[in-house]
């Protein structure tokens, strides 16, 4: 089983293959230049390191937004493209699942933001249990206030453990997070802050054993957000959606009920409180 | 034995893709138009387009191999549009068409698309070969060129200001017929009189080739707004056919005047508006006088199409030429930087 994985939904240009849940190899470069000069030649460069036979690639794996439309679109094109030759579906994994799975599996909440100008970051609001990233709010544009906010209305079950934030959209956010943020909270190190195809890839491979990938040809980037004619369209004609994304944009990892993870959180926490009881009681 | 490249056209608002053999023969010709999209915008919108490109694009190369009868890894390189023209549009066909080379570990072989138009003229004149004097007419361009070689091009002039097939937009906009403009004025000016409004045709000064339309435009413009503060009633077959003539008329003198000047006697016209009625009349009407020879592809393969960018792969081809990795979409691409 071999995934090719791609990330170009930000600055960083990312590639990766992963091969029977191993990680043969990674390039990400996080640099100035356009995804179409780095992309295909990065993942050349891997392909022959690893000696990489094209033909035993059974899927392709990319990261399919949110992200700059440019970017998106010169992942997508090129998974599409290589979909269409070799004859092998894409795993279309969301960007923020994809930058979350950096952190598998710690504790606590992961949330990664990109930086999705307009006063505004991407984010989606994640946590491990186990091996399985949950969504626990999917990913969706937001102002670092409003973020904020969000995180803060959580109930305590959830935000305990605290947040990590990660992502190029970091510095919108650190500063204001750090004045008015009373979750605890703290942000991923450099190396664990951006796109990395690797982690895109192995979150793929459990998406393509649940049978979640389509057709080369069915693939379409993740914008969340309608282009800016028919934005203004649709200011004129009165139905003002602003930045909300079109129903067909939102697809989750795995999303539970927030009201529901909360609950388990709970009944877990009095039976280890109960456990402890009786253990003092023993004694 | 053949050559056959399978090529990609991306760069405004067709997706198409064809296989083309040694150069001359279509094996397939496949058009996605997202003409109706954008009418509604009353002209292009980049976005939108670079997102019906990549909605489309494998639908439409795979129908391309399909009706060749090929798979990729039968074909000898893929060959993409690289520019002139819209970036987010471009940089689809550019990834589609550099992944799918390297998956099937082909060349790949970066194209621009003037050259795309100017070698559309080979399909169906196969009899035409350089040297000859090229007009490239279309929504984004105006070229008037000496086709020296294959491959090999030297500009005498082009527009300063809006293409030629701009003109059309604008002016069919501000007359009410909406986009695209170049079929419609064409269309409404067959019922007006061309002689009814004299709008002046633009000389460029110092560059005896170059066009300039934003004032024949303007021109338009002014007719109307003056129309409107006196009342007047404005027959729009009238003005159409006024506005076409005007553009018509300095295209042709261009050409023909150029012709004369270099003792060239072979003209290949090309592009979107070389399917212009009134246009292929007028230039066939002047070489006819001056004896020249006229060569200009049928309608399919003057608007946008990957074909003409297979025939001018070819020649690219035999010559060694192949990109790299890194080929990039180069929005502004120049026909000598090439």
């Known amino acids: 089983m071999k995934i090719l994985a791609l990330d170009s939904s930000g600055l960083v240009a990312s590639v990766a293959i992963i091969a029977d849940g191993t990680l043969l190899a990674e390039y990400t470069v996080n640099y100035k230049k356009t995804h179409s000069q780095t992309l295909l030649p990065m993942l050349d460069e891997i392909a022959r390191m690893v000696e990489l036979d094209r033909k035993t690639i059974d899927a392709i794996a990319v990261a399919a937004g949110p992200g700059s439309f440019t970017g998106l679109r010169i992942g997508s094109a090129t998974a599409k493209g290589l979909g269409l030759a070799l004859g092998k579906p894409i795993i279309e994994v969301p960007t923020l699942a994809g930058i979350a799975f950096n952190l598998g599996f710690v504790r606590g909440l992961v949330c990664p933001v990109m930086d999705a100008r307009r006063q505004q970051v991407y984010s989606g609001i994640y946590r491990f249990e186990g091996d399985r990233l949950i969504t626990v709010r999917d990913q969706t544009p937001v102002s670092v206030t409003d973020l904020i906010a969000e995180l803060e209305g959580l109930d305590d079950a959830l935000t305990s453990e605290g947040v990590i934030f990660l992502g190029d959209g970091v510095p919108v956010l650190r500063e204001e997070a750090n004045r008015t943020l009373s979750v605890p909270h703290t942000y991923a190190p450099a190396h664990l802050c951006m796109q990395r195809a690797g982690a895109v890839g192995v979150l793929a491979a459990q998406l393509y054993a649940e049978g979640r990938y389509v057709p080369a040809e069915k693939h379409t980037p993740i914008y969340l957000r309608k282009s800016q004619a028919e934005q203004q369209r649709d200011r004129m004609n009165g139905n003002d959606t602003g930045n909300e994304p079109a129903e067909s944009d939102l697809i989750s990892v795995q999303v539970e009920a927030a009201s529901k993870v909360v609950e388990e959180l709970r009944v877990r926490a009095q039976m280890e409180a109960g456990k402890a009881a009786e253990t003092e009681d023993v004694l | ?338």
Request: aromatic share 6%; charged share 20%; net charge negative.
């Open chain 2, 1 to 338: 034995m053949s050559v056959d490249i399978l090529a990609i056209e991306t760069s405004c608002d067709e997706t198409a893709c064809a296989v083309v053999r040694d150069g001359r023969e279509i094996l397939s010709n496949v058009i996605y138009t997202q003409i109706d999209m954008h009418t509604e915008f009353g002209g292009v919108v980049p976005e939108l387009a670079s997102r019906a490109h990549i909605d489309k694009i494998n639908y439409v190369v795979q129908k391309a191999l399909n009706d060749a009868g090929k798979t990729i890894d039968e074909v000898d390189a893929v060959a993409v549009t690289y520019g002139p023209g819209l970036v987010g549009a471009l940089l689809v066909g550019v990834a589609e068409a550099k992944a799918m080379a390297w998956a099937a570990g082909k060349p790949i072989i970066g194209v621009h698309h003037i050259e795309g138009h100017i070698s559309a003229n080979y399909i169906e004149h196969p009899e035409l070969t350089p040297p000859y004097l090229g007009l490239i007419v279309s929504g984004g361009h105006t070229h008037l060129v000496v086709v020296e070689d294959w491959s090999k091009y030297r500009i005498l002039g082009r527009t300063v200001d809006d293409a030629a097939g701009e003109a059309y937009d604008k002016v069919a906009r501000a007359i009410g017929l909406g986009y695209p403009g170049g079929p419609k004025i064409d269309r409404e000016a067959k019922n007006g009189d061309p002689l009814a409004v004299h709008f002046p045709i633009a000389h460029v000064n110092g560059s005896e080739y170059d066009f300039s339309f934003s004032g024949i435009k303007s021109a338009v413009l002014n007719y109307l707004n003056h129309a409107q503060m006196t009342g007047d009633t404005v027959n729009r077959a009238d003005l159409a056919a006024s506005f076409q003539k005007a553009v018509v008329d300095v295209l042709v003198e261009h050409t023909i005047r150029a012709a004369k000047d270099l003792k060239i006697d072979r003209i290949g016209m090309a592009g979107g508006v070389a399917s212009n009625s009134a246009l292929r009349a007028a230039m066939k009407e002047a070489c006819d006088r001056e004896g020249y020879a006229l060569y200009i592809p049928s309608p399919i393969f003057c608007t946008d199409n990957a074909a003409m960018i297979g025939v001018a792969a070819y020649h690219e081809y035999m010559a060694g030429v192949r990109s790299g990795w890194d080929l990039n979409a180069v929005p502004n691409l120049k026909l000598e930087e090439r």
